[in-house]
Structures are given as structure tokens and as C-alpha cells.
């Protein structure tokens, strides 16, 4: 194929040559493990089972998931299953452990096969909730494709500003593309998040926003937009930044101040925003992976 899946367009053949997210044609894993560190209604008692994928079509220069993301070729090891039937059986065998939910995190460049792990898994009698975790850079038509295998759509929304999208994540054009994926998926699911008795949820959305030091401009015209499209939407406000790497741009060597985060809850709250999550300044030091170990997260 000639990849159009994402908004960039590389127009590559998977086949034989890689665009700019670095994944050829087969799906790869790092790893599928239970995880506890969604929100509640997807996490429920026993948490989700997430599927990690490799590579990423946004490479943001201070991902804390970077091992997997910027990932050269197979050189790290870092890839566990390749193909989606070793993906379902994965899945299938990690199922056995969590709640009936599967995470897909950052699927856009895999978006393609989603349609057939769904369907293994149906074939094995397995009909899980599923989440599409991405970074909200997807096309529309990915998304309406999607529409008939995804429950729960758990984008990020990072960026208003053009400028910070193309020095942070190579993508200038992040806002207006975020902005219409997170419309489509509005009108997909609208903005309520049923659950069942458990308290799991089982269709929806949840817009996640991180907050990154030094930006807080950037963060309040994010969460503008959210509240314009609708405030009933569920969103989850992050506070988790902490730098992943060394020798970051501007201020990402640091983490968010009390005073920056304050900002941004006094603006969420002025917005009239009130389903969702606002995470405490804490949880920076909770959030870091080792994907070097299967239970990436320590569970
Ligand atoms: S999925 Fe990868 S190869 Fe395809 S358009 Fe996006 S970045 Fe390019």
C-alpha cells in the first residue's frame, strides 16, 4: 500500500520502505500486560489490557515512552509479537488476567490492522471493550473506518499552537487535524461514558491532556476548544510531565510547577468542564515504564 493511514502521507510502500513513524507493514508489539494506570472506568479492579505498539507517528521529543516509539528497526529487542495472530494470542492470554477491556496504545500507524485482531479475537469467543489510545493524530477516514471496532475513543489532545506541535511532535498541522478527529469522534459516540455494574465503561470518550512545563498558554486553549465542542465531555487532565531524557528544549528539563498547574484547573473548571479527571501534581513520579520487562509498569 501506499501509506495514507495518517495525516502525513508518507506515501510509502510498507512493504519495502518506512515513512516517518518507522513501521513497515506487519504490526509489531512491545508488549500486551495488564496496566492500572488508565482511568477508573477502564481500568476497573483488575486493569486493562494494553497493547503497546511499536514505533509512532508523532515522536514526540519528550515521550516517556521513547524506547518504543523511536524505535530503530529491530536492533532493541523491544518487540514481542509481530503479526496479528500472535497479537490476538497475546491479547487473549492477558485477558485471562484483566477486566474484559483492551487498549490499543498508539494504534494510528497499525490502524489498519485493528479491524483483524478484533476480529481474531471474536473468532476465539472474545468480544472485550475496546479502547483506541492515541496521540489525536489520525485522519478522519481512519477514524470512520475504525467506527464498527472501537468502543472507547482515548485520544490526547496536546496542542493549539502550530508552532509548539511542529518543535514538539513534527507536526504543525497537529491542532486542526486533532480538532477534527476529536469532532468525528464526537459524533461517532457523542459525549456521555456509560458503564456497566463494575463501573467499567464500555463506550465513549475521554480526551486526555497533558500539561507540559512552560506552555500554559498552549493548555488553556486546549481545553477552550474541548469545552467549545462540548463540556459534557469527559476529559482527563494530566499533570504527570517529567523529563525523560536529557538536554530537552525551553522547559521540559523540569517538571510542572504548583503555580503552572493551578492555572490550568482554575481554567477547567471556569470552562464549566465537569466529567472527567484532574490528576494530582503527584503522579510524576508514578508513570514511568521500563519496556524492557513484559509488565512494563511494574504490575
Ligand atoms: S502511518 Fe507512518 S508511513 Fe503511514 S502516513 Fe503515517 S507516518 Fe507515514
Redesign the pocket.
Known amino acids: 500500500m501506499n501509506?495514507?493511514?495518517?495525516?502525513?502521507?508518507?506515501?510509502?510502500d510498507?512493504a519495502v520502505n518506512?515513512?516517518?513513524?518507522?513501521?513497515s507493514a506487519e504490526p509489531e508489539v512491545a508488549t500486551i500486560c495488564v496496566h492500572q494506570g488508565e482511568e477508573p472506568p477502564l481500568c476497573g479492579k483488575k486493569g486493562i489490557c494494553n497493547v503497546f505498539f511499536a514505533?509512532c507517528?508523532l515522536k514526540c521529543i519528550y515521550c516517556q515512552n521513547h524506547d518504543i516509539s523511536s524505535l530503530s528497526a529491530q536492533s532493541t529487542g523491544l518487540i514481542r509479537y509481530r503479526g496479528v495472530e500472535a497479537i490476538v494470542e497475546g491479547i487473549a492470554q492477558t485477558l485471562t488476567h484483566t477486566e474484559n477491556i483492551v487498549g490499543f496504545v498508539t494504534p494510528?500507524?497499525?490502524?489498519n490492522h485493528i479491524p483483524a485482531i478484533v476480529e481474531g479475537l471474536h473468532a476465539r469467543g472474545l468480544f472485550p471493550t475496546t479502547v483506541y489510545n492515541t496521540g489525536g493524530y489520525d485522519t478522519v477516514e481512519t477514524l470512520r473506518m475504525l467506527a464498527p471496532y472501537i468502543d472507547i475513543y482515548l485520544p490526547d489532545f496536546k496542542y493549539m499552537d502550530p508552532d509548539l506541535a511542529l518543535r514538539y511532535s513534527h507536526a504543525k498541522d497537529y491542532p486542526a487535524v486533532a480538532l477534527k478527529g476529536l469532532k468525528e469522534m464526537y459524533d461517532q459516540k457523542g459525549s456521555s461514558l456509560p458503564t456497566d455494574d463494575d463501573g467499567l465503561a464500555y463506550r465513549g470518550i475521554i480526551v486526555r491532556h497533558l500539561v507540559l512545563p512552560g506552555q500554559i498558554g498552549n493548555s488553556l486553549a486546549v481545553l477552550d476548544e474541548i469545552a467549545d465542542l462540548s463540556p459534557n465531555l469527559h476529559v482527563a487532565l494530566m499533570a504527570q510531565y517529567y523529563p525523560p531524557l536529557e538536554g530537552l528544549p525551553d522547559q521540559l528539563n523540569r517538571t510542572l510547577t504548583e503555580d503552572e498547574y493551578d492555572q490550568v484547573t482554575e481554567h477547567f473548571y471556569a470552562l464549566g468542564l465537569h466529567r472527567g479527571w484532574v490528576q494530582e501534581l503527584s503522579a510524576q513520579s508514578n508513570y514511568r515504564p521500563d519496556f524492557t520487562k513484559q509488565q512494563a509498569f511494574g504490575l
Not at 501509506?3 to 510509502?12: D, E, G, I, S
Not at 494510528?108 to 490502524?111: I, K, M, P, Q
Open positions: 501509506c495514507v493511514l495518517c495525516p502525513r502521507a508518507c506515501k510509502v510498507r518506512i515513512g516517518f513513524c518507522g513501521a514505533h507517528n494510528t500507524h497499525y490502524a
